[in-house]
Structures are given as structure tokens and as C-alpha cells.
């Protein structure tokens, strides 16, 4: 059995495996502190007697091997998670081999090999939740890079009549996760997203965001599909807006069938649902297991 977390900023999402991806259990528990959550995941994966452990974890992490912070979770505004070494602490409690990734890089991966993106050599993830980011996969690897990508806070231009152009990012003004989380969305209109009915000019601005993170994603990675989760992409209605507006931005410029014919096929929902992320941590427990 393998050991797949899904490693959120406000739920841990804890699995069990078989060998053809099958969840055979699955918890989910509040991200606390870690003296408070980490027992309890350690508890749970001992319990269920798992070979190896697959994380895809909230960010930013540091994934450089060589680095003395290896697999630590690093500057993230979750202060009792800031310089947390969540690698070491599973390895050392758990005794078995254990591979680490972003969270989007995880989903971008299961997605890639599983889901939506089956088949192609390249996809693009992006959950538009609590936060926005994003994971590359391209030749069926997640990409690293100096870091990792950090796509949720690329710079964006504000819509005019924006009454928020700057968004709610505290570390930069106008950009993605600023301008078109599910908090931002909250912050600007005082309505939850989930609440704000369909005909709501909101809906015209995030759509509207959303489709210049995909025309700049085009532009810079070419990937072969663009899969949009998390909570705010629940609204079905955004799809055909984001891709309108994206062939509208891309102006004609990149020639291809799959622009021509509305990105309809190209822009999507994830094929697995809600699981691309735990299916992306099994994804790693099976390559930990392998590359012992
Ligand atoms: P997280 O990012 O914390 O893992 P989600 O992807 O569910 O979790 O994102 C939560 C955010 O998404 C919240 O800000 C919430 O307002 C928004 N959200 C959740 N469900 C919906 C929905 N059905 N429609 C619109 N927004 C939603
Ligand atoms: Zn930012």
C-alpha cells in the first residue's frame, strides 16, 4: 500500500493507495500547527503499514537535493509552517522512502499521466483556490527550475474599472493570486465566491484575469493543455468565458487548430476531479518506492 498527502495551508488530505491508484482510504484533518498535525499524519500512515510516502505540499519549498534545507517548507505566510523540514520529519518518523513535490506539480503530474493531460508531453495545472499556483510538466517531469515556478504571483494587467486593481497580494500589487483568488474575489466584493450570482461583473473580471495567465502561459510554455481547478473554477461557467477571452488576447498570433477551433479542448477541467493532487502524491510514492 502506498502513502499519498496531499499537504494543504488549511487541510491535509491523507491517502492510502493500491498499486493501479485505487484510494482504499482517505482522511482529511485541519492544518494546524505542526507539534498538533504532524502526529496525527504520522499516526495515521504507521497505522496503515504504507512502503512509501508521496507529498505534494503548499509552497514555497525548497526541492534543491544538495541544499541543507532540502524539502523544507520555506517563506510561507503560515508562520508555525515557515522553515518546517516536513521531509525530514516523515523520513525520520516513517522509516521509508518518501518523495517530495509542490502540490500543483503533484496534480500537474497525475494529471499528465492520468488525467486530462494523458497522452501529451506537456500540461500546464493551475488551481485557482485559497491561492493560486500553478505546475508545469513538460517530457512528463515536473519542472523545478532555480526554485519552482511560482506562477500564481506573475504580474497582471488590472482592468480599468477594476475596483481593486492593485489585489490583495502582500507582496506584490496586480498580480494573479492578488487579483483573482477566491479571498481576493471575497475581498473585493464583500460576497463569498461561492455566493456571487452568475450575471455578477466579478465573474467578467476573473474570467478576464484568468485569460491573460493563460495567453501569458501559451506565450512562455507552449503546453499542450491548460487544466484550471481549485475551488473557484467549481463556477462551469468560467470556462467558456476564460477561453473566449483568451483567443481574444492571443490575437490571432499563434496559429494552431486547437485555437481556432475556441480552446474548448484545450482549457479545461481537471480529469480527476478532485483527486488530482492525491493521485499526484501516489504518483511519487511510486517513483520513491522505484528509485530505491
Ligand atoms: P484550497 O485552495 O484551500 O485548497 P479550494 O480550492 O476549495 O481550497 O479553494 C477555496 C476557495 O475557493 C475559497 O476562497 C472559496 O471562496 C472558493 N470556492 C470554493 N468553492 C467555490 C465555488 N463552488 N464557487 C466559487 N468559489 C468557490
Ligand atoms: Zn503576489
Known amino acids: 500500500m502506498f502513502g499519498a498527502l496531499e499537504a494543504g495551508g488549511t487541510k491535509m488530505v491523507l491517502g492510502c493507495l493500491d498499486d493501479s491508484g485505487t484510494i482504499l482510504d482517505r482522511v482529511s484533518i485541519p492544518t494546524r500547527t505542526p507539534e498538533e498535525t504532524m502526529p496525527a499524519m504520522i499516526q495515521y500512515f504507521q497505522s496503515h503499514k504504507i512502503c512509501s510516502l508521496g507529498i505534494g505540499c503548499f509552497g514555497p519549498l525548497d526541492l534543491t537535493p544538495s541544499s541543507p534545507t532540502f524539502g523544507y517548507i520555506t517563506m510561507t505566510p503560515k508562520l508555525p509552517w515557515r522553515m518546517y523540514p516536513i521531509l525530514t520529519a516523515f523520513q525520520d518518523a516513517l522509516q521509508i522512502p518518501i518523495l517530495i ?34 505546475g508545469l510538466v513538460i517530457h512528463n517531469q515536473p519542472v523545478h527550475g532555480l526554485v ?68 501569458n502561459a501559451i506565450m512562455s510554455f507552449s503546453p499542450e493543455k491548460i487544466i484550471l481547478g481549485g475551488g473557484v473554477m467549481q463556477q462551469d461557467f468560467l470556462f467558456p468565458l476564460v477561453r473566449t477571452k483568451t483567443v481574444s488576447l492571443l490575437g490571432g498570433y499563434i496559429n494552431h487548430t486547437q485555437i481556432s477551433e475556441g480552446l474548448q479542448n484545450y482549457i479545461v477541467k481537471p480529469g480527476l476531479g478532485i483527486h488530482s493532487g492525491l493521485l499526484g502524491a501516489w504518483l511519487l510514492a511510486k517513483k520513491a518506492l522505484e528509485s530505491n
Open 101 to 134: 513535490d509542490t502540490d500543483v506539480n503533484a496534480a500537474a503530474l497525475a494529471e499528465s499521466q492520468i488525467g486530462a493531460a494523458k497522452g501529451l508531453d506537456s500540461c500546464l495545472y493551475v488551481t485557482i483556490g485559497t491561492g493560486v499556483g500553478g
Open 148 to 215: 519552482h515556478p511560482e506562477l500564481g504571483h506573475q504580474l497582471l494587467c488590472p482592468v480599468p474599472d477594476d475596483p481593486a486593481p492593485d489585489g490583495f497580494c502582500p507582496y506584490h500589487k496586480h498580480c494573479l493570486e492578488g487579483l483573482a483568488s477566491g479571498p481576493a474575489i471575497q475581498k473585493r466584493w464583500g460576497i463569498s465566491a461561492r455566493e456571487l450570482p452568475q450575471d455578477h461583473y466579478a465573474w467578467t473580471l476573473e474570467a478576464e484575469y484568468l485569460a491573460q495567465m493563460c495567453h
